[in-house]
């Protein structure tokens, strides 16, 4: 399978913890985005990288949030001190070019207790 | 604000009939719109796309139709199907592909 993937599916941890995601996007994509999606909405954007440069920020990823692309190739997003209110399901997609489908991975579900 | 609004939370169809799933944007400077189809504990899927300089696309049984005087677009399916249960999003950019913004879903329910 050369989809998006990203580890783990599932974490669970208590408040105040740091937790790291990691997504491996496809290939040969250079773009790589971070969206968050929490019950009954939508994903929210939260970053984009263009190769290992990351372009732009949304207002939504507070300084306790930081997002990596060292080589180009996967991606990290860590949490810091983790709130009850990080709980959410949060996405990674990659694409080819920015007029490209956007192809998403099967999310990584968070839960703050 | 919500710029990308998807005002019917769910929709329920019988199999074979047409389903018109509908979204409505704000901003004026969206110019390129996305729909994405998505099952339980899997990510999006894209399915079809538009940009601002088309009224319609077609793929297969998905048709787009972008009304960019009312802000509105909308999807068809014909002849809808029992495997096209899923929550539908709708997402539009103003930077031709860059940093979408996402309606909330609508959840087609197609009846056997």
């Known amino acids: 399978d050369t989809g998006v993937s990203q580890n783990p599916r599932h974490k669970i941890t208590k408040r105040g913890q740091n937790v790291t995601f990691r997504c491996d996007p496809i290939s040969e994509h250079n773009r790589l985005y971070w969206y968050r999606q929490t019950l009954g909405q939508g994903p929210e954007f939260l970053t984009y990288f263009q190769n290992e440069a990351q372009l732009e920020k949304s207002r939504l990823l507070s300084d306790r949030f930081s997002a990596e692309r060292p080589k180009g190739s996967f991606s990290t997003l860590e949490i810091q001190r983790t709130e009850q209110g990080d709980s959410a399901m949060y996405l990674c997609?990659?694409?080819?070019?920015?007029?490209?489908?956007?192809?998403f991975g099967p999310g990584t579900r968070l839960t703050v207790l | 604000d919500q710029q990308v609004k998807q005002n019917s939370p769910s929709l329920s169809v019988q199999e074979g009939r047409i389903s018109i799933l509908n979204c409505d944007y704000t901003n004026s400077m969206f110019d390129y719109f996305l729909w994405y189809k998505k099952y339980p504990a899997e990510g999006p899927t894209f399915l079809i796309s538009?940009?601002?300089?088309?009224d319609k696309n077609e793929d297969g049984r998905f048709t787009v139709f972008l009304n960019k005087s009312a802000k509105h677009l909308s999807l068809h399916i014909v002849p809808s199907q029992p495997g096209d249960s899923a929550v539908y999003f709708c997402?539009?950019?103003?930077?031709?592909?860059?940093?979408?913004?996402f309606g909330p879903g609508t959840r087609l329910s197609v009846l056997p």
């Open positions: 997402a539009a950019s103003n930077n031709y592909g860059q940093n979408f913004v």
């Open positions: 997609a990659s694409s080819s070019g920015h007029t490209d489908t956007q192809y």
């Open positions: 538009i940009s601002s300089i088309k």
